[in-house]
């Protein structure tokens, strides 16, 4: 299991990649639509192969069930919302709610874990999996940023239960857990700026 990608839960996509913007010192690129879930993102290449995402309801589009990503429910201002890993033992991660669902987006093929009611597993902290079918998932593929994740820390009252389900599969160092009281995920980065956190 490798940690594949964060994403960032806005309102509006204008909002949420304005809020990053702000905050990183660099512009994101082009995303695309979900049409299956009505949503739309925008990018950023992060070192490593990873990738930030911003992502919001496409007010153009209608979804016929609930929404990924806990968005049908998501309301205040931008924040890091979710983290992404994907596995090749994909069926072996499907807790907490998940079900299979294939996408796609232009050339992009993908399966990923979403419960029947659009939630985040374990309200966020518990990664949603997912599994690539490119040899170029956007990590691999967009432009440099100039920033890196340096460190990810998930905080949450199981915290420690997550940690053991996840031993051995993600051994990432830059992913943390903490037990608290409240969830909510902190990351860590290097900009061109300096350190920032979201």
Known sequence: MRLDHLAIAAETLEDGVAWAEDRLGVSFQLGGKHTRYATHNRLLGLADGLYLEVIAVDPDATSDG????????????PRLVNWICETKDFDDFMFYGMRKVA?????????????????LPMEGGFPTILQWYTDTPPGCSLAPSGCALSFLTIFHPQADDIKHILKGYLTDPRVRFEVAPNIWLNADFKTPGGVVKL
Do not use: N
């Open 103 to 119: 996408m796609e987006r232009g050339d992009l093929r993908w399966d990923i874990g979403v419960p029947f009611d659009g939630s």
């Open 66 to 77: 609930a929404r990924w990503f806990g968005l049908d429910t998501f309301a205040g201002p």
